[in-house]
C-alpha cells in the first residue's frame, strides 16, 4: 500500500508492506534485466512504473531510515515534476 502526494508526485511506504512475500534483500532487485539499477516495480492504472534506487539515508548509529527512489520515465515531459517514493524502514 503506497500514499501519494499528487502536488509533490510522491509515493510514500514502509519496507514491511513490501515484504509481503518476499524478504528484505528481495524487495529491490534489478529493474531490467541487462542493467545494475535495483529497485522495485509497481502495475499502475495504464502501465509498469519501475522505481530505481537513489541513495539510503541512515541515521548516526548506521541503520537505515528510509530509501529514496525515482521513477524510471523516459516518456516524462520537459517541466514536469518526477516521481519519488520513500519507503520507510519500519
Sequence with gaps: MFSFEKGTRLFATEISTLEANKTRSDVFCRVFPDACDVGFSILGKNKI??????????DDEGDVLYWKLHAYTPDL????????CLVFND
Design 49 to 58: 512504473v519501475r522505481f530505481c534506487l537513489e541513495k539510503e539515508v541512515k
Design 77 to 84: 515531459p520537459k517541466g514536469s515534476l518526477p516521481v519519488e
